[in-house]
C-alpha cells in the first residue's frame, strides 16, 4: 500500500517553464516536507508544511513554491525552473514521532 | 553551524561484515536516524537512536554516542542488494515540527 505518492515520477520541463510537482499521503500526518536532492548530495530541506502553515527555510530560492489544499495533498511549484534546478525532489510526512516517510520522488530534468 | 560528516565510498565483499560511520556537530539534538537509499529511489529507513547504545534490528545495528557525536550503522552478512547509499541524519527539533539534517550518504558497493 503506497502511503506517499508523487506524482510524476519523471518530469522533463524547458528552461523557463513552470513545472509543478504532486504529492499526496494516506497517513493523515500534519507535516509535509519538500526536499531537494541533487545527484551525490544529501537531501536539502526547501520547506515544510504543520497542518496550514508554511515554513520555508532560509536558503531556499523565490523561484520555489509550495501549496497544500488539504492534509493529503501538497505541491511544489517551481516558477521558472533554470538548469540548476534538475534534480530528484523528494516528499516526505511526518507524524507524532520523529520518523519521517518517504515518497519515490520525482526526478526533474530541466532543457 | 550545522555539520554531519560520512565517508564518501566504501567496497565491501558479499558474506562480510561493515560498518559506516557518521560523525555530527549541530545545534541540537533529537535523535538520529539512518536511511538507505537505492539509485534513483527514496529513503528507506533502517534504524533510529535517540540514547547511547547499540540497537540491534537484524542483520543491521546502529550505535550512538551523543558525548562524542558519534554513530555507526553496522551491517553484517553483507548481500549484493545492500549496495546502496547510507544516509545519516540528525533530528533537529525545532518548535512544532522537527527537521532531518542529513549527511551527504555512504555509497556502499557490495562485491562478489
Known amino acids: 500500500d503506497a502511503m506517499v505518492i508523487q506524482n510524476p515520477r519523471y518530469q522533463v520541463t524547458q528552461f523557463g517553464k513552470p513545472v509543478t510537482l504532486s504529492c499526496s499521503q494516506t497517513l493523515n500526518h500534519n507535516v509535509m516536507y519538500w526536499y531537494q536532492q541533487k545527484s551525490s548530495q544529501a537531501p536539502k530541506l526547501l520547506f515544510h508544511y504543520y497542518d496550514k502553515d508554511f515554513n520555508n527555510e532560509a536558503d531556499t530560492p523565490d523561484n520555489f513554491q509550495s501549496r497544500r489544499p488539504n492534509t493529503s495533498f501538497c505541491f511544489l511549484d517551481i516558477r521558472s525552473p533554470g538548469l540548476g534546478d534538475a534534480a530528484m525532489y523528494l516528499c516526505a510526512t511526518g507524524g507524532f514521532g520523529y520518523e519521517q516517510y518517504f515518497g519515490p520522488g520525482t526526478r526533474l530534468t530541466v532543457t | 553551524g550545522q555539520n554531519i560528516d560520512q565517508p564518501t565510498e566504501m567496497t565491501a565483499t558479499e558474506g562480510a561484515i561493515v560498518q559506516i560511520n557518521c560523525t555530527y556537530q549541530t545545534s541540537g539534538f533529537n535523535g538520529l536516524f539512518w536511511y538507505q537509499q537505492h539509485a534513483g529511489e527514496a529513503p528507506t529507513f533502517l534504524s533510529y537512536?535517540?540514547?547511547?547504545g547499540l540497537e540491534e534490528k537484524g542483520r543491521f545495528s546502529s550505535f550512538l554516542s551523543r558525548s562524542k557525536g558519534y554513530s555507526y550503522l553496522l551491517l553484517k552478512e553483507l548481500q549484493m542488494k545492500d549496495s546502496a547509499s547510507y544516509l545519516c541524519?540528525?533530528?533537529?527539533?525545532?518548535?512544532?515540527?522537527?527537521?532531518?539534517?542529513f549527511g551527504t550518504g555512504t555509497l556502499l558497493a557490495v562485491q562478489p
Open positions: 537512536n535517540v540514547l547511547d
Open positions: 541524519a540528525v533530528v533537529n527539533y525545532g518548535g512544532a515540527t522537527n527537521k532531518l539534517i
